[in-house]
């Protein structure tokens, strides 16, 4: 296994979060794609066809198929791949957003014919892609059993697992833990 894989466990619901947000938007990006190559639009005309209220042309369907695929191989592969693709593709989108934001008034160099709609749909999309794959990873107040948490404290992680073992240990064998009093389980020195 690699660092990667050590850091986030496969079965870990995270994963899942990754996964499926990344698998979706690659399939919708995938479907606008195919779409736009159906309109025989040229490939890198300024003009566009209107597929699923935005603009399109050969350029913009080919990089959408592309970039689905790129998202649903990373919700297969999964775990801190799955999340790390998501983050860069996220935002990639919301770069082309702003890039071609100041390409909208000049056709001669729009050469992926984006208009309004399209800029509002790679600055949602990136956002929400982003979200998918910081979700779990940048935030405050992560669960202890988070991996990314683990990671960031392992000396503290390491004393709670310590906890963790010896509390199942004296459990099995039907001693209380040190410290804790029968009439207030759990709390420590409590009486």
Do not use: C
Request: aromatic fraction near 10%; charged fraction near 10%; proline fraction near 4%.
């Amino acid at each position: 296994m690699t660092g990667l894989d050590e850091a986030l466990p496969v079965d870990h619901r995270l994963g899942q979060v990754y996964r499926y947000g990344g698998g979706f938007m690659g399939v919708a990006l995938i479907v606008f794609g195919v779409l736009g190559f159906t309109n025989n639009v040229g490939f890198f005309s300024t003009t566009g066809r209107q597929v699923a209220g935005m603009s399109t042309n050969g350029a913009l369907s080919l990089i959408s198929v592309v970039v689905g695929a790129i998202l649903i191989i990373g919700a297969i592969i999964g775990g801190n791949t799955a999340s790390t693709v998501n983050i860069v593709v996220g935002a990639l989108f919301v770069i082309s957003g702003f890039v071609n934001l100041g390409l909208i008034g000049t056709p001669d160099i729009n050469y992926l014919s984006f208009k309004m709609p399209n800029v509002i749909f790679s600055f949602v999309v990136g956002l929400l892609v982003m979200t998918f794959g910081l979700y779990g990873r940048v935030s405050g107040h992560l669960p202890h059993d988070n991996p990314y948490w683990r990671a960031r404290h392992p000396d503290e992680a390491a004393r709670e697992d310590a906890f963790r073992s010896r509390a199942s240990v004296l459990a099995r064998d039907g001693a209380s833990a040190v410290g804790t009093s029968p009439s207030r389980p759990g709390i420590a020195g409590g009486h």
